[in-house]
Each structure stands twice: as structure tokens, then as C-alpha cells.
């Protein structure tokens, strides 16, 4: 198993940003899902549980679902559910099903997951279903279609969670003045199914917001363009030129290792190389593909809700200023963040880095954010790369929250980088020196 070094946390929380613009695209197959549109905001949500895999999008989604694909589906719904540890129910008794592809059996497969714990499910699964808005009761008898049954696993993932309280709380403080409010939302560049569903309250603050504002809006794809334009060579020379032949060796072994042709890498720059170096060390890690962890990462989650709720999204810096930012660094600075992300891969540490790392999951699913911040503890604060990646940053952002406060009305909620909200001088500093008093979300 592939492990991520420490030493690549901040090229995590800083480029894997970028990066989650152009890498499912690139990674992505030509092929068009088979979703209707009624279930796209429901399938949004479902899709980063981990209760049934994604291809299925792609192979007769709409059509008759087979009794394999059901039982896979009951299987990881009853997974997730098992996760929230609730106190079992000793009278429970489970309602019978024919273990066909019927939507009346699913449900009555989907309610046996909960039955079995101390929740007020009643003795009716449809009536219970009907009752949580998970099922409309109708058409019982009818062959279900993959996408009704995923659905309906989802609605009942989701209404689960709510009812307990649990979900992920993330790092969340608000900020306000006698008429705007603004929710901050630590996020993480990248995540896995275990980060969701987040918490009913964080999800109503943002539903009921009048904007999303974020770092860049990563999804648009409209400065891509630039951005890859930003991480090549385009004065004649390549890699090798630009950097020691010592650090030079050590790029060529890594591309050795993980069979990585080098006339691709040698067009790139030190920090996009780095930035693609640090792609591989979540390669596997956590079970999943480099593409399928950014598509799993909270601000793509957020920014895909925004489009589909037809919400504002305002950006704070936008994609061409962060990747003038990276390219701003110094030869140097470039260099000795490469040359840390190809020791961490060809050095790995004794420590159980991917242990640490669902350490650094679990401690943003609990809202530590104290927890949260002692993994930064770990990186050279002093290096150029961090000094970009927060310290002015963090002013400039600040400024722009408290332009929303001071000219706008509303609500608006705030999803940038977890690090922005916990270094040394962050943007809750900034905004306490501007006169503000911000709050924990949850107190």
C-alpha cells in the first residue's frame, strides 16, 4: 500500500485545490452517465458515501436493477449505518421479503437495516419510509431501476443521520454583524466516503445561505486553460535545466517506480510536479483511485451543491491568482518542496502515515479543530511554500470576508482551505484584529 508522507500534507491542503480542476477530467473516460434529473441532487449526495460504486452510472443505470447490484447495495447501506455504533433494539424482528428486485422488497430490506436499532421505526416499513420522505409508497409491486433503489438507500443513509445528530461537523465557526451573517467551513482539498453525510445543521446553514464563497470555483473549468499553461516549461527549457542533478536523480527513480514516462514530467515545473508526486501518494491509500479522493474533497462537495441549488458562488481569489501564486515561487522554493515530496515517497517514514492521515479525517469529522492543527505542526512553517500557502493569504482573505460583512446583507458561507482557519495568524485572526468576535459554529 502506496502511504502518504507528512511532508506532503501542505501540498495537499494548497495545490490538491487546483489540481481537482483538470485531474477528473483528464482521468475521466468519455462516457455520459445515465441519470435523471429529478435524482442528480439526491445522487450528488449519495455518491460520496461509498454505498454503491460509481460505474454503475454508466451501465444501465435507468434500466431494471439486478439482484446482485441490490444486494451490494443493502450490504454497504447496512455498513454505513453500522458506523453510527447506536444501541441495538432487543425486540427487534425483522419484516420478511422475497429477495427479489421488486421496490417493495428493497424498502423492506433498507428498514430491516434500522429496525434493528433503538430508533422509532415503527412495525410498518412502508409506512415508516412514507413517513421519512425516503419512499412515496407507490408502485410497491414494480421491478425497481438501479438509480430508484439507490436513491432510496441515500434518502435513508441521510434521514438516519439526521435523526441520530451525527455527521461529519467539520471545522465551522460564524462571524456576524447587526445584518450579515458569515459561516467559515474549514475544508479539506480532498476526502473519502467516511467524511459523509455531514451534519444536518452545517447542510441547513449552507442550504439556507444566500451564496457560496470559496477560494477558486474549481469546477467551472474556465481557467484550466491557464493553469496548465502556469505548470509547463514554455521558454525552451525543461526540468533538468532547472533544477540539481542530485534532485534531478531522485524525480527519475520516482518515475521509475511508479512506471511514469519522463518526457511527461520533465515539461512540468518544480511545484506542479510536486503537486502531481503528491497525487501518487494517495494512490490506493485509502482504497481509491487519485481522482475519485479529489472528487471526494468538501469544496467540490459544496461547490457542486451551489450549481445544483442554482446558489451564488463568489469566489476569493479564483484560479488565475492561485496559480500565479505557485508560480511565483522561487527556483529554490520550488525545488525544496519537490525534493521533500519525492523523499517522502522514496523514503517513507516508519510512522503509519495513512493512519495518521484517517487520524486527520476523524479529527475534521469531529470539529477538533485543535486536533486538526497539531498534523500541520509537523511542517517546516518557515519553508516558501507554506509562507505562500498561508501568511498573506490569510490577510487577503480576511479583507475580502469582511467586505461581505461590512457592504453586504444576508448569510453567506464560507468553504476555503482547514489550514486557513488554524496556522499561526490565520483568517480568525484577522478577523478578531478587524474588531470581529468569531464563534464556534456549534456552541
Known amino acids: 500500500m502506496k502511504r502518504i508522507g507528512k511532508h506532503m500534507i501542505a501540498a495537499l491542503l494548497g495545490i490538491m485545490l487546483m489540481l481537482s480542476t483538470i485531474v477528473p477530467t483528464i482521468q475521466a473516460e468519455e462516457r455520459i452517465p445515465d441519470i435523471s434529473g429529478w435524482a442528480i441532487e439526491t445522487l450528488n449526495e449519495g455518491e460520496k458515501y461509498g454505498i454503491f460504486p460509481m460505474q454503475w452510472y454508466y451501465d444501465g443505470f435507468t434500466s431494471e436493477v439486478s439482484i446482485e447490484r441490490v444486494n451490494e447495495l443493502v450490504a454497504l447501506t447496512e455498513k454505513k449505518i453500522a458506523a453510527l455504533q447506536l444501541s441495538e433494539n432487543k425486540q427487534y424482528s425483522p419484516v420478511s421479503y422475497k429477495g427479489d428486485t421488486t421496490r417493495g422488497d428493497i424498502i423492506n430490506r433498507l428498514y430491516n437495516i434500522v429496525a434493528r436499532y433503538d430508533l422509532a421505526v415503527g412495525k410498518d416499513a412502508v409506512a415508516y ?50 445584518d450579515t451573517k458569515v459561516y467559515l467551513l474549514g475544508a479539506i482539498h480532498m476526502g473519502t466516503p467516511e467524511l459523509y453525510p455531514f451534519n444536518k445543521k452545517l447542510l441547513t ?111 476569493l481569489e479564483g484560479l488565475k491568482v492561485q496559480a500565479d501564486k505557485f508560480d511565483g515561487l522561487s527556483p529554490e522554493g520550488q525545488e525544496q518542496q519537490l525534493l521533500a515530496t519525492v523523499d517522502s ?3 517513507p517514514s516508519e510512522e503509519n502515515e495513512l493512519e495518521i492521515m484517517q487520524e486527520w479525517f476523524s479529527s475534521w469529522n469531529k470539529g477538533d479543530s485543535v486536533a486538526f492543527s497539531k498534523f500541520l505542526e509537523t511542517e517546516d512553517e518557515t519553508s516558501e511554500m507554506n509562507k505562500m500557502l498561508y501568511g498573506v493569504r490569510d490577510e487577503q482573505m480576511a479583507k475580502k470576508i469582511i467586505s461581505l460583512l461590512e457592504d453586504k446583507e444576508g448569510e453567506y458561507f464560507v468553504v476555503v482551505g482547514a489550514g486557513h482557519f488554524t496556522v499561526d495568524k490565520n483568517i480568525r485572526y484577522h478577523l478578531e484584529q478587524g474588531g470581529y468576535d468569531v464563534k464556534s459554529f456549534y456552541q
Open 205 to 315: 446553514a449552507f442550504e439556507e445561505s444566500d451564496a457560496l464563497v470559496v477560494e477558486a470555483n474549481v469546477i467551472n473549468g474556465k481557467d484550466a486553460e491557464y493553469l496548465i499553461g502556469k505548470m509547463m516549461y514554455t521558454n525552451g527549457t525543461t526540468l533538468r535545466e532547472n533544477i540539481s542533478a542530485e534532485t534531478y536523480a531522485k524525480v527519475e527513480k520516482v518515475a521509475q517506480q511508479y512506471q511514469l514516462p519522463m518526457e511527461e514530467l520533465v515539461i512540468q515545473k518544480p511545484w506542479a510536479l510536486s503537486s502531481t508526486f503528491s497525487l501518487l501518494g494517495t494512490e490506493d491509500s485509502f482504497g481509491m483511485s487519485p481522482a475519485e479522493v479529489i472528487m471526494h474533497g468538501i469544496d467540490r462537495y459544496f461547490l457542486s451543491s451551489a450549481l445544483l441549488q442554482d446558489k451564488p458562488i463568489i469566489e
Open 345 to 347: 515517497l522514496l523514503e
Open 129 to 178: 419510509m412514507t413517513k421519512r420522505n425516503i419512499s412515496n409508497g407507490l408502485g410497491l409491486k414494480e421491478k425497481a431501476t438501479t438509480q430508484q433503489a439507490v436513491v432510496l438507500a441515500t434518502r435513508l443513509v441521510k434521514d438516519t443521520y439526521d435523526q441520530v445528530q451525527q455527521g461529519s461537523k467539520g471545522l465551522a465557526w460564524v462571524v456576524e454583524d447587526e
